[in-house]
Every structure is written in structure tokens, then in C-alpha cells.
């Protein structure tokens, strides 16, 4: 068994789910950050349990030929991209076999056919939001300063960043200019929000882009509320349009809640428009704050017409779409079928989908505001026979209700979108162990450079 603090010279042989290389120390698995497969590395162990170990690394003695020069200089301290340090070849291999792992391993399932992964064309600037915190950071002199940026890995850690990889470099400008106005002292009632005491009133900078129409919505993520911190919002955000012209939507969420949660229920406009425009496979949408949308909008092109590829539509036919967000994936098939059933908890997001539909001019498209679950169980009650289900839940998977929901109505195609290769492996087993059959699973890398992956899955009725 290892010893902690005890320096090792090993190979890496594995990646994990993380984003950690694995190697073996006196037979045991240590998992080690920053770390490439074929990498030969001193390595210190830090903590040692019962069964596995964690090192981290105190020299590179022979570099893996899928090592890079790190690009970003947050990279150790963020935590945002854990595979920065290799080559975007090597991390798609790596997320390809994550996904095939978790099918194997997890759902004991064995695909009739597994595509190849999708990788994205952008590996920088794809995301079109970002949720910043604003608190005040102290620095090594020990001088406090009110900063914007990201939390360090499992923390509310502050580390200051303006200008992330990951983002559209417009976003670190409208970043710059709150700092620049905020620091000047002048809008006194902004103070930055500290999670442990309550006290003050900016949480958040909340950005949004519409990738293909570049319209951008600014939120100003609030305590609390009063006219002054209103106007001093406005006045903010009219300095921000006058020096960016896309920005055309500046909005103020309040949310008083001692919660991780970022959103709170009421949000105003403080000037422009209440939602921005962008279009989603020809579709036109709305977005705003709450609406749900993929971040990576040309990856979502790329998988949304793969699930409609795989779901093959015919023209009168039924699709019930569950956990719909914003509609996009039914109504971006609703040219195909004779109807499509959207289903979204958030009921923002539903009356998105709505004007999303009207907009389009789909019209025979209808969308409920509720839970998958309790909805879909609603409708295998009263006989409803959809053709094809599409399910793209959360990172929790789908609940039992919404699986044995879907078996009842027994529909010939269910096709899965997950962000969540472990739950949507245990999620396919559970419909596969009950009659149907595992027909194609395609990884999607929806976000590069991070630790996430996605995959859509063909499951027929056998």
C-alpha cells in the first residue's frame, strides 16, 4: 500500500469520468490530476483510503506524445477544463470510451451499434452563457477587492477570472466595464453579496448570447431590491449598451435565498427587451433568463439532428418530448410528425416553447407545465399512444414514474438524450430489462476541454 507523502514513479494507464489519470502503486489505484495516459511521473500521494489513493504530480519524467501546452492561466486554479493539457484528439478518445464504459460497466448493456463521437469544430468561445459570482477576494497583500469569476473545484472559493477560454471574449468586456464601474464607488448601493453572512446585494452577472443572431442579455443577479439599486443597475447596464451594441436585453433577477441556487422567481427588465432571439436548427427561440438552452448551440445543431436521425419521424405519427425546456428538440421534428407533446417543469420554459411554436409557425405543437413523471403517468392512464418518445433529462437521469410511464404507452422508438453517461446507462438498462433493446449510442462532446460528455441512445421496442 502506498504511503502518504511518499514519492512514486509510475505510468498513467487511465483516465476517469473526472478528468484524473490513474496509474497503480504498489497495486493499488491512484488517481492523479493534470495527468495524460502514457505520462511517466513522479508522483506524491496525498491521501490514502481504503481501496484507492490520490497523488498529484511532482515532475513529468516522461511526457505523453497526447500532451499540450496549457493555454489558459487559470487552468490549476478554476477547474473548469480538466483536459486543457492534451490534445482535443485524445480527450474525444478519452470521452468516447467514458461513454462506452458506463454503457458496459454500469447498464451491462452492450449497443448493437456505437457510433463515433461528435466532436465539436470550437473548442473555444462555444459556450453562449456564463454565470459569474461577484465577491470581494483577498489578495496576497491582503488587500480586499470585489472581483468577478469562477469557484474553485468542489468550493465557493473565489478565483478572479475576466477573460475565460471557454466564453466569447465580448463577455470578459461587459465583465471589465462592471468591475471599472463598480469599483469606482460611485454605485454605492452594489455591494458584493457574501454567502456567509447574507449581507450585501450583488450575487451574480448573468451573460447570454444568441450564437447565431449575437444579441446578448445582461442580468444583474440581486439580494435584494429597492429603487436605488435599480437605478444604479440601470445605470450600469446603460453604460454597458452605449459601449456594446449587441447587448439589447438588461435584466435584474432578485433572489434573497441563503441557497446555491442561482435564480431567484422574480426578474424585471431594467432596459431593452425581455428576451433575446436566436435560432436553434432553423427554428426560430426566445431566451430568457430562466429559459433552458443548450450552451454549445452549434453541438446542439449536430445532436438534436442526430436524435432526429435516429428517432426516424414519420409524417402521422406521435412524439411526446419529456423534460422539453424550451421546446427545441420537438419542435425541430414537428415538420416530420403529425404531433409533437412537449413536457417542462419550469414554466418559463413553457411558455417559451409556446411563442417558440407560434413564432415558427408550428401548429401542431402543444407543450404542459409539470413534472415528467406525474404528467407522463397522466397520459398512460388516459391511453395516450405517442410513436416515439424523446427523453433529455437532467444530470439525475429520469425517476422511476417517467420510465414505467414510458413502458406502458410502449412506444416503438424512445430516444435518450443525456448529459449524464452513468444515469443514462442505468436509465437504459431499466427500459431494456422490460422490453426493449439497445439499438445505437452515439457520444456527442457538447463541452470541450471539460469533464462532460454527452451521448444520445436508440432504444426500439424488441
Do not use: W
Not at 413534472?371 to 437532467?394: M, N, W, Y
Not at 437521469?397 to 443525456?418: K, Q
Amino acid at each position: 500500500m502506498p504511503e502518504k507523502n511518499q514519492l512514486y514513479t509510475a505510468e498513467i494507464t487511465g483516465i476517469t469520468s473526472e478528468g484524473s489519470g490513474v496509474c497503480r502503486i504498489d497495486d493499488m489505484a491512484v488517481f492523479v490530476p493534470e495527468t495524460a495516459v502514457g505520462d511517466v511521473a513522479e508522483i506524491k500521494v496525498v491521501k490514502v483510503l481504503k481501496s484507492y489513493a490520490y497523488g498529484i504530480v511532482e515532475r513529468i519524467i516522461k511526457p505523453s506524445p497526447d500532451r499540450i501546452m496549457v493555454d489558459c492561466v487559470y487552468y490549476k486554479k478554476c477547474g473548469g477544463c480538466v483536459f486543457r493539457h492534451i490534445s482535443y484528439e485524445a480527450e474525444c478518445r478519452v470521452k468516447d470510451g467514458i461513454v462506452r464504459d458506463a454503457f458496459e460497466r454500469i447498464g451491462h448493456l452492450t449497443p448493437k451499434e456505437t457510433l463515433p463521437i461528435f466532436g465539436s469544430e470550437e473548442t473555444d468561445a462555444y459556450r453562449n452563457k456564463a454565470q459569474y459570482p461577484y465577491a470581494d477576494y483577498k489578495y496576497p497583500d491582503n488587500k480586499i477587492f470585489p472581483e468577478f469569476g469562477f469557484y474553485a473545484p468542489r468550493s465557493h472559493r473565489l478565483v478572479p477570472v475576466m477573460f475565460c477560454n471557454l466564453q466569447p471574449g465580448v463577455f470578459g468586456e461587459i465583465l471589465r466595464l462592471c468591475r471599472e464601474e463598480l469599483g469606482t464607488g460611485e454605485l454605492r448601493a452594489i455591494t458584493p453579496y457574501n454567502e456567509e453572512t447574507g449581507s450585501g446585494v450583488l450575487r451574480h452577472v448573468y451573460i447570454r448570447q444568441g450564437y447565431h443572431s449575437k444579441e446578448i442579455m445582461v442580468c444583474f443577479v440581486a439580494a435584494k431590491d429597492s429603487p436605488e439599486i435599480r437605478g444604479e443597475l440601470s445605470g450600469l447596464g446603460a453604460k454597458i449598451v452605449r459601449e456594446i451594441p449587441s447587448v439589447c436585453s438588461v435584466m435584474m433577477n432578485v433572489n434573497p435565498q441563503k441557497t446555491n441556487v442561482i435564480l431567484g422567481r422574480e426578474t424585471v427588465c431594467l432596459l431593452g427587451k425581455p428576451v433575446i432571439a436566436d435560432v436553434l436548427c432553423g427554428v426560430p427561440v426566445t431566451l430568457s433568463p430562466q429559459s433552458f438552452y443548450q450552451v454549445n448551440t452549434a453541438q446542439a445543431e449536430r445532436l438534436f439532428s442526430e436524435a432526429k436521425r435516429l428517432a426516424a419521424p414519420k409524417k402521422n405519427e406521435l412524439l411526446l418530448d419529456l423534460y422539453c425546456g424550451a421546446g427545441a428538440i420537438g419542435l425541430s421534428m414537428a415538420d416530420s410528425v403529425g404531433k409533437v407533446i412537449g413536457v417542462e417543469i419550469v414554466p418559463q420554459a413553457i411558455e417559451d416553447a409556446k411563442a417558440n411554436a407560434e413564432r415558427a409557425g408550428i401548429t401542431n405543437a402543444g407543450f404542459c407545465a409539470g413534472d415528467a413523471g406525474q404528467i407522463a403517468a397522466r397520459f398512460a392512464a388516459e391511453g395516450t399512444k405517442p410513436d416515439i418518445i424523446v427523453l433529455d433529462p437532467p444530470r439525475k437521469g429520469c425517476d422511476v414514474m417517467t420510465l414505467d410511464a414510458c413502458l406502458e404507452m410502449s412506444p416503438s422508438r424512445i430516444v435518450m438524450i443525456s448529459c449524464n453517461p452513468s444515469t443514462a446507462a442505468r436509465d437504459a438498462a431499466y427500459l431494456c430489462g422490460k422490453g426493449y433493446s439497445l439499438d445505437i449510442l452515439r457520444p456527442v462532446d457538447m463541452f470541450p476541454r471539460t469533464r462532460h460528455v454527452e451521448c444520445v441512445v436508440l432504444m426500439t421496442k424488441a
